[in-house]
């Protein structure tokens, strides 16, 4: 996250906002986003509302690592889930992808 952090203005450059989101309940997120100084929102699901609704979460009730790009329509134009926590495409990947979205 951190890494996407470095890049935000490139994002906004790019047209593209970057969100986060976890499963945290919201002061363990908010300490979380202080902690790594990310300049972009860290939202929480602890219900896991989010998190089931996009089909990332994993039999420990624990959401797998995923990137979702949505369009201005809100309509998800790419998507990464990755395998393990670190398995996260880099914010060069993410930009190219950005770029591919009309």
Partial sequence: MA?????VLEFRGAGASVI???ADPVHVSKDLRDRLHLSFPLLSDPKRIVIRKYGVLNKDQVAKPAVFLLDSKRIVRWEYIGKSPSDRPSP????????KID
């Fill in 20 to 22: 986060g989101l976890s």
């Fill in 3 to 7: 890494g996407l952090s470095e890049k």
């Fill in 92 to 99: 060069e990947v993410l930009l190219e992808q950005i770029a």
